[in-house]
């Protein structure tokens, strides 16, 4: 009951977290948001038995990809006037937009609800989780059935860098 | 060793038609390069052998007995379709015997005529081409074995017709009038495929052979189809042989030099239509409707024609009207069932008609062209020959006896009288005393009296050369031993048909068995033919010797007459009125209207439809990256729900 | 325990409240935001479904989302930043150097 309560709280300020995301003028306002919106999400990974996901949320994300962009912000010293000011020049773009948007949501809605959730369960249950510890778990997996994508991740991330910098830079 | 005294003859008909094609090829192909005297042999050596060759095939065709006179030899199968069977093979009975006699001789004859006459001419290889590749032609339709072969040389025939009457293209009028001569040609070919149409539909064969075996079994007498199929046939003769109303284009025709209006508009190509009626003489006789149209309109034609060759003063034009008359006679007699009578009379005209058109042609040749007879006169003294030869002809055409066109003539009443009735007789008694009076009016116009030539071209009047004279000499011969041919009261050339017409018909109309009228009324007859051939002569003789100014007076006192007659009856100018001009209004209409209008609008309209399209599937593409996303979840979601909705 | 189907809802409306907002949007430094967000919506379910089916599989999953993420982010927006050098705006409407 506890759960259903506090599901149902962290769950709307998300949803109007999102939505002020999407709708604010200012980039700055929507990056603050967005970070709130991320925190949220961590509660929620927490409420799902799932702290190590949690805690990389909030390091990685709002600790991390968040900065950048408030950087990249401020760093382009953008206005709320300069890019949001004019006139919409496409017309029906936002109506048409949000009208598809709802009937996603709808459509997404009728799939969750009409269908039968099933799958094969794993060997995880809550408690043989809890006795090993999430993060050693993750760990270990990580490191027996799913190093290869794991070896894979870092070259990814090394090549990202690399991008990164030259494309950044102003003379090479 | 094969004996090749054994082998017939007969199997050698093939080379009466590859002789000429063989001499139209090397002349068309070679002859720029060849001398005049090579080009003239070839052509005529052509001819001449396919002659020696059809003789040869005649005397092995009489050592059959009568009743057998009949080789087909097939070469192969031409068109193959379903059960439409179309053979090329040639036909040997005593019908296409005579044809292919008279069209390889008297082709022959011109041939060498021909020879001196176009000796200036620059495209004298040229004409020898067409020539051959008219015997060739005229050959093949005579000697067909079924209809559509026929029709092939049917159309050869035309085809050179109109090369020929427009030999001297630079000319317009010459242009002008061989597309006249093909054109109307044509409006006579359609009935004549019509009727294949029809007797396929009918008998599912065209041999000939089949056909008329067929015929009388399967055919009622008088029944509408047989009775269409032969006025469709001859709607086709109307137009080859320039009966009424398809004759206009025959007097244009003289535009061609002399030798082929002797050899194709006396001879040979006109005479195509006699014959055609005469070889589907079964399907004639099983449809008197049809065989009273042909008397009619052969009768009222040789009236009509001779009426106005009356007032004529073009020496070829003369002649012209004196052909489309005398096949008009033809016809007559085909009409009452005298069908061998038909041919004999088209076998004695070949020779005196092309007599008198090459006689004409030597005329022409001495004054240098001129053929007006009002400036002509008393030649008889310049050109002695040209002049015996043509009062031969003249006579002959008259129906003096003994010369042959009295016998054929002769017959041809008689046959009238007997079995046609008052009235046929009467048309072509009357025609026979206005022949008369025209031809003895030309002869005395142009040899006779004073000299009404201008100065410079009596300086110049020349006898022609021998390679002219020969043929109209042997001509002359011909027209005048010819006529014994059909000798009344044992008939060679009668009793020699006689295979070819009136087999196995019962009820109809009397085939050409010998009709048998009592002595008293032939020799009446012949009696009263003579009479009237020769009250013709004297009316000529009144009016053009003794009393040179006559004609001038009474063509004063009925000048309206005289107008409408000279005039050729206005015929040509209402068929332009009424037929040709609507017919290039409708065709300008047709091109101005639907064609540009409605047809490339069409076209153009498709180009334009997608054009428009295109211009609207245009706006789908602006540009911004925020249009495609949204067509890009648009697409999702339709996927999504698809796939919901189905599965 | 809270139904399966509540997380997956809620997911689900944080994913399409970013689909609304790339498309609406015309800075492309907010519309990167909302990629981010649409991200973590997928995130959520694969967290949610991991718990549900007693598996480890989504956790592992996310992980390598979020390094994935992050390094797009990354260049992304280094991206922008050259572009801006280039053309002095970041409105979406005018990079239409591929438009005819």
């Known amino acids: ?172 | 060793m094969p004996n090749i005294l054994e082998t017939s003859f007969l199997d050698l008909i093939a080379y009466v038609l590859l002789f000429p094609l063989a001499g139209a090829i090397i002349n068309g192909l070679i002859g720029k390069r060849l001398s005049k005297s090579l080009v003239g042999i070839i052509g005529c050596a052509a001819i001449g052998l396919a002659f020696l060759v059809s003789i040869l095939v005649f005397i092995d065709l009489l050592k059959l007995s009568p009743e057998h006179r009949l080789f087909e030899k097939e070469f192969f199968t031409w068109i193959g379709s379903g059960s439409f069977l179309a053979i090329a093979g040639l036909q040997v009975d005593p019908l296409s015997m005579v044809m292919i006699l008279v069209v390889t001789g008297v082709g022959f004859l011109i041939h060498v005529y021909s020879l001196g006459y176009m000796h200036d001419d620059e495209g004298f290889y040229r004409y020898f081409t067409y020539l051959n590749l008219f015997t060739f032609s005229m050959l093949l339709l005579v000697l067909a074995n079924n209809f559509l072969l026929m029709f092939i040389g049917w159309e050869g025939v035309g085809l050179c017709s109109y090369l020929l009457i427009g030999y001297w293209f630079e000319k317009k009028s010459a242009s002008a009038a061989g597309m006249k001569a093909f054109i109307v040609n044509r409006v006579g070919d359609f009935g004549f495929i019509l009727a294949i149409m029809l007797i396929f539909v009918t008998f599912n064969t065209i041999d000939f052979t089949e056909v008329f075996n067929a015929a009388p079994e399967h055919l009622q007498v008088g029944s509408l189809v047989v009775t269409m199929i032969t006025l469709l046939l001859f709607v086709g003769a109307v137009g080859k042989s320039a009966q009424i109303p398809l004759y206009t284009w025959l007097p244009d025709a003289m535009e061609g030099p002399t030798p082929v209006s002797a050899l194709i508009h006396a001879a040979t190509m006109v005479t195509a239509g006699v014959y055609m009626v005469v070889r589907c003489n079964v399907l004639f006789t099983l449809a008197p409707f049809s065989l009273t149209v042909v008397a009619i309109i052969g009768g009222a034609t040789a009236l009509f024609a001779a009426t106005i060759g009356l007032a004529q003063n073009d020496i070829k034009r003369v002649l012209a009207y004196s052909t489309v008359s005398q096949i008009g006679y033809m016809f007559l007699a085909c009409g009452v069932g005298g069908f061998a009578t038909g041919i004999f009379h088209l076998v004695t005209h070949a020779f005196f008609k092309a007599l008198l058109f090459l006689g004409s042609g030597s005329v022409i040749h001495s004054l240098g062209g001129e053929q007006d007879m009002r400036k002509m006169g008393g030649l008889r003294r310049h050109l002695p020959i040209t002049y015996k030869t043509f009062l031969i002809g003249t006579l002959a055409i008259a129906g003096i006896p003994p010369f042959a066109g009295f016998f054929s003539k002769d017959e041809i009443l008689l046959e009238a009288f007997t079995r046609g009735n008052l009235i046929f007789w009467g048309l072509g008694a009357f025609a026979a005393l206005i022949t008369s009076f025209y031809m003895f009016r030309l002869l005395f116009m142009t040899f006779h009296g004073k000299s009404n030539m201008d100065k410079h071209v009596e300086e110049h009047v020349h006898e022609s050369p021998i390679n002219m004279l020969l043929p109209l000499i042997i001509l002359a011969f011909l027209s005048v031993v010819g006529g014994f041919l059909g000798f009344p009261a044992a008939s060679a050339i009668n009793s020699f048909l006689a295979p070819v017409i009136g087999s196995g018909v019962h009820h109809a109309v009397d085939g050409g068995e010998v009709h048998h009228v009592s002595n008293n009324l032939m020799f009446s007859m012949m009696g009263i033919s003579t009479g009237i051939a020769l009250v013709g002569i004297f009316l000529a003789y009144f009016m053009y010797i003794k009393n040179p100014d006559l004609p001038a007076k009474i063509v004063g006192k009925f000048k309206l007459v005289y107008k409408i007659v000279y005039n050729k009856y206005y015929v040509d100018e209402i068929y332009d009125a009424t037929i040709v001009k609507p017919t290039i209004k409708s065709s300008f209409f047709l091109w101005r209207v639907v064609d540009a209008k409605v047809i490339d609008g069409f076209v153009n309209g498709v180009g334009r439809l997608v054009e428009l399209k295109s211009e609207v599937l245009k706006l789908f593409q602006t540009g911004y990256v925020r249009n495609y996303a949204l067509s890009m979840l648009l697409g999702g979601v339709i996927i999504i729900v698809c796939a919901l909705m189905f599965l | 325990m809270i139904p399966l189907s509540w997380y997956l809802i809620l997911a689900g409306m944080l994913f399409t409240i970013g689909v609304v907002g790339v498309l609406t949007r015309r800075n492309a430094i907010v519309i990167f935001m909302c990629i981010e967000l649409m991200l973590n919506a997928v995130n959520l379910t694969f967290v949610a479904f991991s718990h549900y089916l007693d598996s480890m599989d989504g956790q592992i999953f996310v992980f390598f989302i979020m390094t994935v993420a992050a390094a797009e982010a990354a260049v992304g927006l280094a991206i922008i930043v050259a572009i801006f050098r280039n053309k002095a705006t970041v409105n979406v409407d005018d990079i239409n150097l591929m438009k005819w």
């Open chain 1, 1 to 172: 009951m506890l759960e259903g309560l506090l599901f149902i709280i962290i769950g709307l300020i998300t949803i109007v977290c999102a939505l002020c995301v999407v709708f604010q003028k200012n980039p700055i306002y929507s990056a603050i948001f967005l970070i709130q919106t991320m925190v949220s999400l961590a509660v929620l990974y927490v409420l799902l038995h799932a702290p190590f996901i949690a805690a990389a949320q909030i390091m990685i994300y709002a600790g991390a990809v968040m900065v950048l962009f408030v950087f990249v912000i401020m760093l382009l010293n953008l206005s709320k006037e300069d890019v949001e000011g004019g006139k919409d020049k496409l017309m029906f773009q936002k109506a048409s937009a949000i009208l598809l948007g709802l009937i996603l949501f709808v459509v997404i809605g009728v799939v969750t609800l009409k269908t039968v959730l099933l799958g094969t369960k794993g060997e995880y249950t809550p408690e043989s989780i809890n006795e090993i510890g999430n993060t050693q778990l993750v760990g270990k997996l990580l490191f027996t059935d799913y190093v290869l994508p794991f070896e894979i991740a870092s070259i990814l991330l090394f090549a990202a860098i690399l991008g990164a910098i030259v494309l950044a830079k102003k003379k090479l």
